[in-house]
């Protein structure tokens, strides 16, 4: 039996920046046809690594081969020659083009041919999609298309380069169960090609179902390479953080049961239809179901930024109007809001001027300006308790990690002191020890007597942190949990049946 060949052997890899270790020693072989897991939490050195191999950035110290050769010191179309394709979170596919454009063109650049030969744009797309068996409409537009057909139309563009190693970063995180199903039986069948991939993922159960190998790296050293078949998420998720992950499950011991939250009969034609539910001092009301369910619209409509056509909305009892962002701030509503990059965050601006954004008026001095101690002040206890990893209160929100992004924004909620907290899909994206950390923080909201609304896909998020679940399902409430039902001991495997019985009948309707 002939043996199997490196296509990536580094050695001893170092990068530094200014004031900053990225990676110290890190020696990884990546060989034909392997799944490797690159595992770590978020700003542990992986993107750095990958980019190294790519020949986006270079390393301070250390060796590279490629196929045998020394590409210590190489460009990224040295990468590319060499078989080595990057697919990133962004997919860099170009929108308002066609799927044959899109998977052609990087290869007729590089074969020196005519963009404009249509039958060879034709036969390119045809003959890759070919390769991993997916039947997609040449002439769509890619803005035409789901985030997961998106996935493999980046993936057959690097099959047009011939890759020989695929980096993978994050390619699940907007995707549904079947369509992440669908996606790693791709991945499996590169693998049957002999072409090596390098999977990038927070979710564990996923690196468990493909991986042959997992390399962990925690704060820029390389902690070990391990055989998938050696781990289990609890041993993965140890070595990942270096310390314990458990969920706790939550339980409501509030003594109050008058509503902070009623919503009656509301209603927004082509997003949600008759909902009505109850949020209690105390209470984390999970909602779940299918993407597209009305879950988003609906904590839009209660933050001002979706109006309902008809219903209402009682907050302590008492009717009220919320037609826009301050309305809700004003009844005591706060959002982490699906889309924290685009709807969240103030990507330009510093921490503290994040941190303090949704409580301007309190830190507005008499001659209308922002008293800088009063924000300064804020945003060094958030950092503080909520363990914010970040140089100082001044640095620039878009240079952390997306847990540490995600952990600013929920500061800044926290500092207008919410009645109701609503947070969408409150962790995705975002690695496993600040996801055990933004756990706590919302049981924490919870224990003080805030109205927690979360909304999520992961069945797991919901249970551990939920006293009460609605799903739903084309814009209407199928089903709510009560915390008694909440406590069976099979509550996991009834949620999951119900909402992947939801998928089948929308996949038959369609």
């Known amino acids: 039996m002939a043996e199997t060949k490196n296509i990536v052997v580094a050695e001893h890899i170092c990068k530094s920046y200014v004031g900053v270790q990225a990676l110290d020693d890190v020696s990884i072989t990546i060989k034909e046809g392997e799944i490797k897991c690159l595992a770590g939490e978020n700003g542990c050195g992986k993107s750095t690594f990958v980019k190294i191999i790519a020949g986006v950035e270079s390393c301070t110290s250390g060796t590279i081969l490629i196929n045998g050769k020394d590409c210590t010191k190489h460009s990224t179309k040295d990468a590319i020659d060499e078989g080595i394709q990057v697919i990133f979170q962004d997919l860099s596919l170009f929108d308002e083009m066609s799927v044959a454009d899109n998977i052609a063109m990087n290869k007729l650049i590089k074969d020196g041919k005519p963009l404009t030969n249509k039958k060879d744009i034709q036969k390119i ?4 999609l070919n390769l991993i068996g997916v039947d997609i409409p040449l002439d769509a537009k890619i803005q035409e298309l789901s985030i997961a057909n998106r996935q493999l139309i980046a993936i057959c563009r690097a099959l047009a380069l011939d890759a020989k190693l695929l980096f993978m970063d994050e390619p699940t995180t907007a995707l549904t169960k079947n369509e992440v199903d669908r996606l790693l039986d791709i991945v499996l069948s590169l693998k049957a090609r002999n072409i090596a991939v390098v999977f990038i993922s927070h979710k564990l159960d996923e690196v468990m179902r493909i991986a042959d190998s997992i390399t962990v790296i925690r704060d820029g050293h390389k902690i070990g390479d391990y055989a998938a078949s050696e781990m289990d998420p609890h041993k993965l998720a140890y070595y990942m953080t270096g310390r314990e992950v458990t969920y706790q499950q939550y339980e409501r011991n509030c003594k109050e ?3 902070l939250l009623e919503i009656k009969h509301l209603c927004k034609e082509g997003n949600f239809q008759n909902i009505s539910l109850d949020v209690r001092k105390g209470d984390i009301l999970g909602l779940t179901g299918l993407l597209g369910a009305g879950r988003t619209e609906l904590a839009l409509s209660l933050f001002g930024l979706n109006k309902p056509d008809s ?3 009682y907050i302590e009892g008492k009717k009220v109007s919320i037609t826009c962002p301050q309305d809700a701030i004003d009844h005591g509503i706060g959002l ?3 889309e924290r ?22 830190l507005t001095g008499f001659i209308g300006t922002i008293n800088q101690n009063k924000s300064r002040t804020l945003a060094k206890e958030a950092i503080g308790q909520f363990r914010i990893k970040v140089y100082n209160e001044d640095t620039l929100i878009n240079t952390l990690s997306g847990g540490n992004q995600q952990k600013a924004l929920i500061a800044r909620w926290a500092a207008s002191h919410p009645k109701i907290f609503i947070l969408d899909t409150p962790t995705v994206g975002i690695d496993i020890g600040s996801k055990s950390e933004i756990y706590e923080y919302i049981q924490s909201f919870a224990k003080q007597g805030i109205g927690v609304i979360i909304i999520s896909d992961e069945v797991e998020e919901i249970v551990s942190n939920c006293n009460r679940v609605i799903v739903m399902f084309n814009g209407e409430i199928v089903k709510e949990y009560s915390e008694e039902e909440m406590a069976a001991p099979d509550i996991r495997e009834q949620i999951n049946t119900l909402v992947e019985s939801g998928k089948k009948k929308v996949q038959e309707d369609r």
Request: aromatic share 2%; proline share 3%.
């Open 311 to 313: 219903g209402e909305i």
């Open 336 to 338: 982490v809001p699906e």
């Open 257 to 259: 049961n008058e509503n």
């Open 341 to 362: 990059a685009i709807q969240g965050l103030f990507l330009s601006k510093s921490v503290n001027e994040n941190v303090g954004a949704a409580i301007l008026k309190r």
């Open 125 to 128: 797309a045809t003959d890759t």
